[in-house]
T-cell receptor, first 113, second 113 residues
Framework: AQSVTQLGSHVSVSEGALVLLRCNYSSSVPPYLFWYVQYPNQGLQLLLKYTTGATLVKGINGFEAEFKKSETSFHLTKPSAHMSDAAEYFCAVSSDSNYQLIWGAGTKLIIKP | DAMVIQNPRYQVTQFGKPVTLSCSQTLNHNVMYWYQQKSSQAPKLLFHYYDKDFNNEADTPDNFQSRRPNTSFCFLDIRSPGLGDAAMYLC????????????FGPGTRLTVT
């Protein structure tokens, strides 16, 4: 069975500071990993995904994530936070044997001015 | 722009009064999903269509039904809404199952009075 753990239901950073949102997964088969962002009263938007190949994945809005198999992690980072980054972020995993997205509980990112 | 459209964005219904939410897509994707999302929680998959093949999640209540009359449209019917069904309902599509990302609509917020 696959699972996803996001550390921290809320993360608060100052504008201009590094953003680090943690995601650890459990999967017995090669995983496909996704980060989605959700703004209030909106649907989810894909930030980036890892399927195969390069382990450092660049996404939209300056975000990137690194797949570390040895650590079963897929942490999301952004060098400099902007007020517009305030949103909820979800990490998710799927695989060829389990098409369904398994979601983390989400992390609400708060940006302090 | 190709997209996923949900109507209405906000729906108010009475306890026990049937309600239908609609979703359409211009992406020509094979797979369409319906999720329920309650406040500050991850989306919960209710069911999905792979082309015309309907796939119900084991824990989706019988109160929830779905129809996909053609590739572009999918409907969520709630036969007898209860107060616990108040939530955001998200429609999503993907080209295929597996590692393909899901594209989400803006959601319909359902209120049950």
């Amino acid at each position: 069975a696959q699972s996803v753990t996001q550390l921290g239901s809320h993360v608060s950073v100052s504008e201009g500071a590094l953003v680090l949102l943690r995601c650890n997964y459990s999967s017995s088969v090669p995983p496909y990993l996704f980060w989605y962002v959700q703004y209030p009263n909106q649907g989810l938007q894909l930030l980036l995904k890892y399927t195969t190949g390069a382990t450092l994945v660049k996404g939209i809005n300056g975000f990137e994530a690194e797949f570390k198999k040895s650590e079963t992690s897929f942490h999301l980072t952004k060098p400099s936070a902007h007020m517009s980054d305030a949103a909820e972020y979800f990490c998710a995993v799927s695989s060829d044997s389990n098409y369904q997205l398994i979601w983390g509980a989400g992390t609400k990112l708060i940006i302090k001015p | 722009d190709a997209m996923v459209i949900q109507n209405p964005r906000y729906q108010v219904t009475q306890f026990g009064k049937p309600v239908t939410l609609s979703c359409s897509q211009t992406l020509n994707h094979n797979v369409m999903y319906w999720y329920q999302q309650k406040s500050s929680q991850a989306p919960k998959l209710l069911f999905h269509y792979y082309d015309k093949d309907f796939n119900n999640e084991a824990d989706t209540p019988d109160n929830f039904q779905s129809r996909r009359p053609n590739t572009s449209f999918c409907f969520l019917d709630i036969r007898s809404p209860g107060l616990g069904d108040a939530a955001m309902y998200l429609c999503a599509t993907s080209r295929e199952r597996g590692y393909y990302e899901q594209y989400f609509g803006p959601g319909t917020r359902l209120t049950v009075t």
